[in-house]
């Protein structure tokens, strides 16, 4: 693979497993909750806030259902996964992806290397399609909050 380079700093490869790490986590977390089925607000069950976009304007931020669509696609769920967002099971898939060559480099001494224009350019390109998706979303969104979403919060913070 063209960006693994041979490394013999036993550092710079456990440094690299933060991302492996981090899909451990991720995945995790999504056996354990159960997508929301109004296609966002599955990160409440950890006991987090609603967004505070859906809150104050109804509308969705770039970011929303992604927690959603990530549990829907550990589950197996495909179609529930894309309606939450359709870049959600796209981007697990990527962090899967690189997770794993990050867990084999390690056990191979080598590291992923980012550098170079075609790592910038990719990740240039995926924020240019993730957030104006978001852009687009949030402007043909109406009353995106759910009844529980609101009830949650007014429970949580007082009436």
Wanted: proline share 7%; hydrophobic share 45%; aromatic share 16%.
């Amino acid at each position: 693979m063209a960006f693994l380079e041979p490394c013999d700093d036993k550092r710079v490869l456990r440094g690299q497993l933060v991302v492996t790490y981090l899909w451990a986590a991720i995945t995790g977390f999504g056996i354990y909750m159960t997508p929301d089925p109004h296609g966002h607000g599955t990160h409440q069950q950890l006991g987090l806030p609603p967004c505070p976009s859906v809150l104050f304007f109804s509308k969705p931020c770039p970011g929303c259902g992604l927690t959603t669509s990530w549990t829907a696609t550990i589950h197996g769920h495909f179609a529930e996964a894309f309606r939450a967002h359709p870049l959600g099971p796209i981007l697990y898939l990527l962090l899967t992806y690189i997770a794993l060559v990050s867990l084999w480099g390690f056990f191979k001494g080598k590291y992923v290397s980012t550098a170079g224009p075609k790592w910038a350019w990719g990740i240039m390109i995926g924020a240019l399609i993730f957030f104006g998706y978001g852009a687009i979303r949030f402007a043909t969104s109406h009353n995106y909050a759910s009844s529980t979403e609101l009830a949650n919060f007014a429970k949580r913070f007082g009436n």
